[in-house]
């Protein structure tokens, strides 16, 4: 997929018809590094049918290292919507403390973690990234059954064979800015969740704890976030 050749423009389209933010994962093949390499990229639409940003996963996990390529902090962006600021980051890289503070420090009140899928990812640190940030965090998953690999070639028949029936059970969520949850983990089901969500409560938690106003030390430590998009080359004509 290829936001810049108009990959997404039907999913746009709907954001704007319905006045609604889509934060979508994708496998991105960059145009801007050759259009082979593979990016576990996470895109925000906004309610005008506007691509807000596209984030590249930092760092993929295990195995992923043979698909997917390293991303960059060019995605490392929060988006004004109603009275929150939204940001996003994919799978394991929610555990990296310095990417979840870039996106505080850019105003983040509810945030988006998008995984494969299990209760195991989000039991613990959809809570904890809710408590540390005092924000909304929804934890968005994705679940597969056995049924789902498909026996369309041997290879697809072979893994099936010897999986279990649910491999990642999904667990999505949403996490208040006091730790407690909105929305418990879903059950491994194909389910819609939906909840209404209160700004006043980022703004009680933040009284007593605010990790990027009044409880940070920039003087003693400070964070740089490069966001410029990695490139090989820089064309001049």
């Known amino acids: 997929m290829q936001p810049e050749a108009g ?38 639409i906004d309610p005008r049918g506007q691509i807000g940003s596209v984030h ?22 929060t988006h004004p919507l109603r009275a929150f600021h939204a940001g996003g980051l994919n799978c394991w890289e929610n555990w990296m403390p310095l990417s979840r503070a870039g996106l505080y420090a850019q105003g983040e009140d509810l945030h988006v973690a998008v995984r494969p899928g299990g209760g195991r990812n ?3 640190i959809t809570r904890f990234i809710a408590l540390e940030s005092r924000s909304y965090v929804l934890s968005v998953s994705g679940l597969m059954r056995r049924e789902d690999i498909g026996t369309g070639s041997a290879w697809r028949k072979m893994v099936a064979d ?73 064309l001049t004509d």
């Not at 933010?21 to 990016?39: C, K, M, P, Q």
């Not at 590249?56 to 962006?77: C, F, I, N």
């Not at 996490?175 to 700004?199: F, K, Q, R």
């Open 7 to 44: 990959h997404l423009d039907g999913l746009c389209a709907a954001a704007a018809a319905h006045r609604i933010a889509i934060y979508l994962g994708t496998v991105e093949r960059a145009a801007d590094r050759g259009a082979h390499s593979l990016y576990c990229s996470l895109i925000f």
């Open 56 to 77: 590249r996963k930092l760092m993929p996990t295990y195995e992923e290292r043979l698909v997917w390529s390293a991303g960059d902090g060019a995605g490392l962006r």
């Open 122 to 124: 989000t039991r613990d």
């Open 162 to 234: 010897a999986s279990a029936d649910v491999l990642a059970d999904g667990g999505s969520c949403v996490a208040g800015p006091d730790g407690e949850w909105v929305v418990c983990p879903a059950s491994p089901e194909e389910t819609l969740l939906v909840a209404t969500i209160d700004h006043r409560r980022v703004l009680e938690e933040r009284q007593n704890f605010d990790p990027a106003g009044h409880y940070a030390r920039p003087d003693v430590t400070l964070l740089t976030v490069n966001r410029k998009r990695q490139n090989l080359v820089i």
